[in-house]
């Protein structure tokens, strides 16, 4: 019985769907795509989603629709996938972090004032920062947009975690605090297109400008009945009908899904309790989506559990490597020891299994092995 620390549920109307589909006139650019906008803007309340093949394309997208470019600075969170990052360093930008908090794994607002005002004092203000919504817990925006407003910087929330969680009762993503946010469906994430992402904005010039990148920076438009007019230097990031055909589906089930994660990790937080673990911090202003479940063990022990679990077929993983230690960043000037608090969360934590369709028995038998693994 292997067991990963999270994976895709498809059902048979799922797959039903991608099969009508594929007998259609239009495989891509066809109905399922503005469908699937339409059901996630609703879903988080928010005015404008543009769907992407993924969300590292979204992230470049909104990157490069704020106009990031060379000479200018995006300041995102070290515990994070590298596409945080990359993004910015793609446009031509340059990158720098924010260190994190050790009980959330979220940046530390107190970390980013600070580095706010010694940048302002050196000329090295950011012009975007992304935000990460670590394991699906959000961000305190609140905090985050007043500063941007202080501060005079945009903001990209990388919400790839945070599809369903909860901030001050609203949806992560409606952008009241934000000016784009970004969703990715890799299988593992809270829903999945297989590949995929999505970005959502209140912001009708923004929503234009993404659509036109996304396809080429082409837009509708000329003299001639068959002209369209290439505007702008963009890409091909589309996403096809077969893949948004899956994603109108999950959607539906998304709430379900929380539900399933809710419930599980309520059942480890029980079985858990025995243990010589911590869980992440929660914040009273949100709900997560739980997208991660994380635990935190002494250092000394890490590896070893880690590799007793991947014996036993259990798949636990490691989020993340701290992107300022990666071979590509560490040869851009960054260097270990830079984000202490995430270094030293890294050392400590580690993502076991959660994903809805995870039964009883194998969430007993993973806290078992756990158990054995730490010698208790
Ligand atoms: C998964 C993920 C991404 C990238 O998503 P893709 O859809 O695989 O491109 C970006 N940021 C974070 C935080 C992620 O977890």
């Known amino acids: 019985m292997s067991i990963s620390y999270g994976k895709q549920d498809i059902s048979d109307s799922d797959i039903e769907a991608v099969v009508s589909v594929l007998k259609s006139e239009l495989i891509t650019q066809g109905p399922q ?13 928010v005015d404008y989603a543009i769907a992407v093949n993924s969300a590292t394309s979204a992230l470049q997208l909104s990157c490069f629709a704020l106009g990031v470019g060379k000479g200018d600075l995006v300041w995102t969170s070290p515990n994070s996938f590298v596409a945080s990052s990359n993004c910015a360093l793609l446009c031509g930008a340059d990158v720098d972090f924010i260190d994190v908090e050790v009980e959330t794994g979220n940046i530390s607002i107190l970390e980013l004032k600070k580095k706010l005002n010694w940048a302002r004092n050196n000329n090295k203000l950011p012009k975007v920062v992304i935000p990460v919504h670590f394991a699906g817990q959000s961000c305190d925006m609140q905090a985050l947009h007043k500063l941007s407003t202080e501060f ?11 599809l369903g969680a909860e901030y001050h009762g609203k949806k992560v993503g409606c952008c009241e605090f934000s000016d784009l946010a970004v969703f990715s469906f890799h299988p593992v994430k809270m829903i999945t297109t297989g590949e995929g992402g999505m970005v959502v904005t209140n912001d009708e010039n923004l929503s234009d400008k993404i659509r036109r990148l996304r396809t080429h920076g082409i837009q509708a438009g000329g003299s001639e009945p068959w002209s369209y007019e290439q505007v702008d230097l963009g890409f091909n990031y589309r996403m096809s009908d077969i893949h948004a055909a899956l994603g109108v589906q999950q959607l539906k089930k998304l709430d379900w899904f929380i539900e399933q994660r809710q419930r599980i990790v309520n059942r480890y937080y029980k079985a858990l309790k025995e243990l010589p673990i911590t869980t992440l911090e929660q914040k009273n202003y949100g709900k997560s989506s739980w997208h991660l479940f994380v635990i935190q063990l002494p250092k000394a022990k890490r590896k070893q559990v880690f590799e007793f679990m991947r014996k036993h077929e259990i798949y636990v ?9 990666q071979p590509y960043y560490q040869s851009l000037g960054f260097a270990v020891g830079d984000f202490p608090n995430c270094e030293k969360y890294y050392e400590t934590c580690l993502s076991i299994p959660i994903y809805p369709t995870l039964t009883d028995d194998q969430q007993v038998y993973v806290v078992e092995l756990l158990a054995r693994a730490l010698n208790v």
């Open 33 to 45: 795509v503005p469908l699937f906008e339409k059901s996630l803007a609703d879903y988080v309340d």
């Open 317 to 325: 993983q490691v989020h993340y490597i701290p992107i300022h230690t």
């Open 152 to 162: 005079g910087f945009r903001i990209i929330e990388d919400a790839s975690h945070a």
